[in-house]
C-alpha cells in the first residue's frame, strides 16, 4: 500500500464521513475504507487519553489512500477530549454507557493516575445507551458491520482480549505488551462487553504510560500496517 513522505503527513488527504453529533454538538467522525469493512478502529473514548488519538491519527495520515478494508474513528468522546475530562459533557463515562448484561448504575470510579486509589466516581448514565455519543458507536458499528474492532485505551501497557485472538496475538508480539484477558478490574457497561455480547471481536489496544514521542515512535508504525491490512482478522 501506498505511504506518503513523512512531511506530507502533516494533515488528511481526504474527508471523513459523519456518523453523529456529541452532547455539545461536535461533529463524530469516521475515515470509511475503500471497500468492506473488515476491522474497525476507534479511540479517545476517555477524554484524558488524547494520545490514543494523536497517535491512531498519525497512523492514519501516513496512509497514501484510504485503508482497503478498515475504518477509523479518531475522537469516540470528542467533548471530552477537548476538555481533558474522562467523562463526556454531561459527566457519563462513556465506557461504562453500552448496554450490556452487566450495566447498572451505580457511580463506576477511576483513578486520576496510575498511582492514586480508584475513588473519583463517573456517572454509568441514566440509563444504558442513555449518550448520543454511545448511540452513534453502536448504530456505527451495526452500519459497518466489522469483523472485529480494535479500542485504543491509555495507560496500562497491555493488549487485552478475553479468548487471546489471532489478532491480539499479533499486536501482542508486534508491541512486546502483554497480553491479558481481562485489565483486572471490573468494566460494566463496557464496549468491550457489548461487543462480545454481541459476537463481535473486540481487542483492547492499551497504550503503555510513556511520553508522546516515544507513544509515537513505538505504535504508530504498528497501526499503520493494521490499517494497510497485514494483521491477521480472525
Known amino acids: 500500500m501506498k505511504l506518503r513522505p513523512r512531511s506530507e503527513t502533516g494533515t488528511f488527504l481526504w474527508e471523513p464521513d459523519l456518523y453523529g453529533r456529541s452532547v455539545l454538538g461536535r461533529p463524530l467522525e469516521v475515515w470509511k475504507p475503500r471497500g468492506k469493512c473488515q476491522l474497525l478502529l476507534h479511540a479517545g473514548i476517555h477524554g484524558e487519553e488524547g494520545a490514543t488519538t494523536v497517535v491512531l491519527s498519525q497512523a492514519l495520515r501516513t496512509l497514501g489512500e484510504p485503508s482497503p478494508h478498515c475504518a477509523v474513528v479518531?475522537?469516540?468522546?470528542?467533548?471530552?477530549?477537548?476538555?481533558?475530562?474522562?467523562?463526556?459533557?454531561?459527566?457519563?463515562?462513556?465506557?461504562?454507557?453500552?448496554?450490556?448484561?452487566d450495566w447498572g448504575?451505580?457511580?463506576?470510579?477511576?483513578?486520576l493516575t496510575l498511582q492514586s486509589p480508584r475513588d473519583v466516581a463517573l456517572s454509568p448514565g441514566a440509563a444504558p445507551a442513555s449518550e448520543p455519543e454511545t448511540q452513534a458507536l453502536m448504530r456505527l458499528v451495526e452500519e459497518l458491520s466489522p469483523e472485529a474492532v480494535v479500542a485504543l485505551h491509555g495507560f496500562l501497557g497491555c493488549i487485552d482480549d478475553q479468548v487471546e485472538g489471532p489478532l491480539a496475538?499479533?499486536?501482542?508480539?508486534?508491541?512486546?505488551?502483554?497480553?491479558?484477558?481481562?485489565?483486572?478490574?471490573?468494566?460494566?457497561?463496557?464496549?468491550?462487553?457489548?461487543?462480545?455480547?454481541?459476537?463481535?471481536?473486540v481487542v483492547t489496544y492499551e497504550l503503555e504510560c510513556a511520553d508522546p514521542d516515544t507513544l509515537l515512535h513505538r505504535h504508530v508504525p504498528i497501526l499503520t500496517e493494521l490499517l494497510a491490512g497485514v494483521a491477521p482478522w480472525s
Open 169 to 201: 496475538r499479533w499486536l501482542a508480539q508486534r508491541t512486546g505488551l502483554p497480553l491479558v484477558r481481562d485489565v483486572g478490574y471490573p468494566t460494566p457497561g463496557s464496549f468491550g462487553t457489548w461487543g462480545g455480547e454481541r459476537g463481535l471481536k
Open 74 to 101: 479518531l475522537a469516540v468522546n470528542p467533548d471530552g477530549l477537548c476538555r481533558g475530562t474522562r467523562a463526556n459533557a454531561r459527566g457519563v463515562d462513556l465506557n461504562r454507557n453500552f448496554p450490556t448484561r
Open 105 to 111: 448504575p451505580d457511580p463506576v470510579p477511576y483513578r
